[in-house]
Antibody, heavy 118, light 107 residues
Framework: QVQVVQSGSELKKPGASVQISCKAS????????MNWVRQAPGQGLEWMGWINTNTGNPTYAQGFRGRFVFSLDTSVSTAYLQISSLRAEDTAVYYCARAGSSFSFVYWGQGTLVTVSS | DIQMTQSPSSLSASVPDRVTITCRASQSINNYLNWYQQKPGKAPKLLIY???SLQSGVPSRFFGSGSATDFTLTISSLQPEDFATYYCQQTYSAPWTFGQGTKVEIK
């Protein structure tokens, strides 16, 4: 069965960096794109962008260009989100989500809470 | 960017009410409209894709309809496990955008 498992919660100080992993199993990793979604505390869902798991080419939504980097290690079927120069407003749950029919987000990771606090 | 507007933002309902949530796109998105359910502390769950296709394993009381700019999610008979927040999403034109959510609460 398809599973998408993310790394655990992170507590970081402002200015630090964080890397979140998203490990997929149960399907051929390179077949489906991987999306990233942010959810700030008490807020809605915000699409950050996606990475083509076949070519490694990332696409970032406006607002997520510069400090946010999507990457892959296809040898272990894992996608990564790195956020640099963390700010308090980056505090959120970050989800990875595998694409499906009509680009819908079929399989979601459990979410990774990143807390940025001094 | 395509703006997605859901209404209402919240609603109170009882078991086994019929519940309807609407989603309007700022421009035509054909049928590239998906619906998700999110419970507190959990990841969203895909309910409906392509406006009206029921995702595998989702109960048939969930029904999606609409096209172009106006879409509806209907829960035909609300069950206790359906109290959650529902989001629409367009995947017609990047950036994919979500509605602001509709919280379905117990009356």
């Amino acid at each position: 069965q398809v599973q998408v498992v993310q790394s655990g919660s992170e507590l970081k100080k402002p200015g630090a960096s964080v890397q979140i992993s998203c490990k997929a199993s149960g399907y051929t990793f390179k077949t489906y794109a991987m999306n990233w979604v942010r959810q700030a505390p008490g807020q809605g869902l915000e699409w950050m962008g996606w990475i083509n798991t076949n070519t490694g080419n990332p696409t970032y939504a406006q607002g997520f260009r510069g400090r946010f980097v999507f990457s892959l290690d296809t040898s272990v079927s894992t996608a990564y989100l790195q956020i640099s120069s963390l700010r308090a407003e980056d505090t959120a749950v970050y989800y990875c989500a595998r694409a499906g029919s009509s680009f819908s987000f079929v399989y979601w990771g459990q979410g990774t809470l990143v807390t940025v606090s001094s | 960017d395509i703006q997605m507007t859901q209404s209402p933002s919240s609603l109170s309902a009882s078991v086994p009410d019929r519940v309807t949530i609407t989603c309007r796109a700022s421009q035509s998105i054909n049928n590239y409209l998906n619906w998700y359910q999110q419970k507190p502390g959990k990841a969203p769950k895909l309910l409906i894709y392509a406006a009206s296709s029921l995702q595998s394993g989702v109960p048939s009381r969930f029904f999606g309809s609409g096209s172009a700019t106006d879409f509806t999610l209907t829960i035909s008979s609300l069950q206790p496990e359906d109290f959650a927040t529902y989001y629409c999403q367009q995947t017609y034109s990047a950036p994919w955008t979500f509605g602001q959510g509709t919280k379905v609460e117990i009356k």
